[in-house]
């Protein structure tokens, strides 16, 4: 599976923004849709996942409220719409794929968000 990233950028604290994320090589059924970020200085951390049919989400508590994923299968397309943006949300923003069958993980190659005070 190969996974791209789009979609970042610099944006005002307050701000909105919406990665998208394109999958190809594969069918995209059965694989779990993720988002994952890293900081400068900081461990890769798990922000948000979203199962096949999209009907159960999980987020971290830190993006509860303001960031929504969803996909669109019919596309092999997995979004991330961030909101009330913050300057601790600056990072380097990863596309993940899970195939559920064998656990295997997909990485894309990460879009940056900054967030400026």
């Known amino acids: 599976v190969q996974l791209q990233a789009s979609g970042g950028g610099l944006v005002q604290a307050g701000g909105s923004l919406r990665l998208s994320c394109a999958a190809s090589g594969r069918t995209f059924s059965g694989l779990v849709m993720g988002w994952f970020r890293q900081a400068p200085g900081k461990e890769r951390e798990f922000v948000a996942t979203?199962?096949?049919?999209?009907?159960?989400?999980d987020y971290a508590d830190s993006v509860k409220g303001r960031f929504t994923t969803s996909r669109d299968n019919a596309k092999n397309m997995v979004y991330l719409q961030m909101s009330s943006l913050k300057p601790e949300d600056t990072a380097v923003y990863y596309c993940n794929a899970k195939n559920i069958l064998d656990g295997t993980d997909y990485w894309g190659q990460g879009t940056q968000v900054t967030v400026s005070s």
């Open positions: 979203i199962s096949w049919a999209g009907t159960r989400k």
